[in-house]
């Protein structure tokens, strides 16, 4: 079955304090993972795409990477603004557009 | 910039309302969805739309449906509101035929239903 598995469920961190959030799927043949960011009451943010195994992508403070199992989203120095949940997922099989979607990480970074 | 926009921020509704959620998209995009989003359960998706007049049955189509006349424009529909449809509603859309298909959301509806 294709699914996507995001830990931890919630993460408290420190202002600066750096850490990893790990997104695993199982898919045949991934076109697609995507990091989506989604603040309280809104609607998600679109980060990355990563298309395969090696890759990585940088925005300010997030990284991600991606290799055959999964992906991490690592967040370097983070600051209170960051606190969000990010949202993982991967394209659904065929061509018809759908995204399988995590159930999230919900980042609290304290000042 | 991709731009989705939806009608409503918050709606308040009765129970057996016929409940109209608009979404609108000014990126051409051939792909449309609609979500719903409950804690706990995830993003789920409801009905999506690959051309205009076309959909297809999401995961959790019971109770909805869609209309797309316009490429820019898709509609959910909830014929006979039903408490249990008390939601945050998400409207996303993404091109189709490319190699990827990253999904561009809208600032969503938070629907109640009394």
């Known amino acids: 079955e294709d699914q996507v598995t995001q830990s931890p469920e919630a993460l408290r961190l420190q202002e600066g304090e750096s850490s990893s959030l790990n997104c695993s799927y199982t898919?045949?043949?991934?076109?697609?993972l995507f990091w989506y960011r989604q603040d309280p009451g809104k609607g998600p943010e679109f980060l990355f795409t990563l298309y395969s195994a090696g890759e990585e992508k940088e925005k300010e403070r997030l990284k991600a990477t991606l290799t055959k199992k999964e992906s991490f989203l690592h967040i370097t120095a983070p600051k209170p603004e960051d606190s969000a949940t990010y949202l993982c997922a991967v394209q659904a099989p065929g061509n018809t557009g759908k995204l399988i979607f995590g159930q999230g990480t919900t980042l609290q970074v304290k000042p | 910039d991709v731009k989705v926009t939806q009608s409503s921020r918050y709606l308040v509704k009765r129970t057996g309302e016929k409940v109209f959620l608009e979404c609108v998209q000014d990126?051409?995009?051939?792909?449309m969805f609609w979500y719903r989003q409950d804690p706990g359960l995830g993003l789920r998706l409801i009905y999506f739309s690959y051309d205009v007049k076309m959909k297809e049955k999401g995961d959790i189509p019971e109770g909805y449906s869609v209309s797309r006349e316009k490429k820019e424009r898709f509609s959910l529909i909830l014929e006979s509101a039903s408490t249990n449809q008390t939601s945050m509603y998400l409207c996303?859309?993404?091109?189709?035929?490319?190699?990827?298909?990253?999904?561009?959301f809208g600032p969503g509806t938070r629907l109640t239903v009394t």
């Open positions: 898919v045949s043949g991934l076109r697609g």
């Open positions: 990126m051409d995009h051939e792909n």
């Open positions: 996303a859309s993404s091109l189709w035929g490319t190699a990827s298909y990253e999904q561009y």
